[in-house]
T-cell receptor
Framework: NAGVMQNPRHLVRRRGQEARLRCSPM?????VYWYRQLPEEGLKFMVY????????ESGMPKERFSAEFPKEGPSILRIQQVVRGDSAAYFC??????????????FGNGTRLTVT | GQNIDQPTEMTATEGAIVQINCTYQ??????LFWYQQHAGEAPTFLSY????GLEEKGRFSSFLSRSKGYSYLLLKELQMKDSASYLC?????????????FGAGTRLAVHP
């Protein structure tokens, strides 16, 4: 059973470009979480999505960041007009339908975004 | 506010025991997790406490005191491969889902 898959593993963008990060949840999972880890800091919650619904985006910056989890295909975290401060590791985790938060999160290997 | 504190760095000797402490002040509480993270890799789940007391899992144990807002992770018979960051995380009560609040992590270096 494959785990949470994220791609790309590494992404380099120039300031002003767009970054698209993909996350395929574990098979059978319909809930996706995105976390950001800045260098030397802990993980920070960004957004929680279920298929076609954003449930909690309280950790998302108000501008330039958006997330989606369509009915088909991976979840996408999009960062428009990237700035150097967006350089971080972005981790995705998934959980099964009906999960009330009783099971631990299992993370993907992350996408390391570098903005030059 | 939400605050989770843990030491920034610790060192220990191979074969020894080390205890990593975590204190928390959060608006809600629905469990505390410990994760291990090697440099450049994903956090991996180690342990979970929701009731007071000690949970033991092989060489790793975790303790929780909800009244004191305190947890520790105990690593026994340290091995070189245990050199990693250890992240303490509290699950927010609201919503019934895994909105975790992480500490900054404790970087553990194990020496021969």
């Amino acid at each position: 059973n494959a785990g949470v898959m994220q791609n790309p593993r590494h992404l380099v963008r120039r300031r002003g470009q767009e970054a698209r990060l993909r996350c395929s949840p574990m098979k059978g999972h319909s809930h996706v979480y995105w976390y950001r880890q800045l260098p030397e800091e802990g993980l920070k919650f960004m957004v929680y999505l279920q298929k076609e619904n954003i449930i909690d985006e309280s950790g998302m910056p108000k501008e330039r960041f958006s997330a989606e989890f369509p009915k088909e295909g991976p979840s996408i975290l999009r960062i428009q007009q990237v700035v150097r401060g967006d350089s971080a590791a972005y981790f995705c985790a998934s959980s099964p339908p009906g999960d009330r938060g009783n099971s631990p999160l299992h993370f993907g290997n992350g996408t390391r975004l570098t903005v030059t | 506010g939400q605050n989770i504190d843990q030491p920034t760095e610790m060192t220990a000797t191979e074969g020894a025991i080390v205890q990593i402490n975590c204190t928390y002040q959060t608006s809600g509480f629905n469990g505390l997790f410990w994760y291990q993270q090697h440099a450049g890799e994903a956090p991996t789940f180690l342990s979970y406490n929701v009731l007071d007391g000690l949970e033991e899992k092989g060489r790793f144990s975790s303790f929780l005191s909800r009244s004191k807002g305190y947890s520790y992770l105990l690593l026994k018979e340290l091995q070189m491969k245990d050199s990693a960051s250890y992240l303490c995380a509290v699950r927010d009560r609201g919503g019934g889902y895994n909105k975790l609040i992480f500490g900054a992590g404790t970087r553990l270096a194990v020496h021969p």
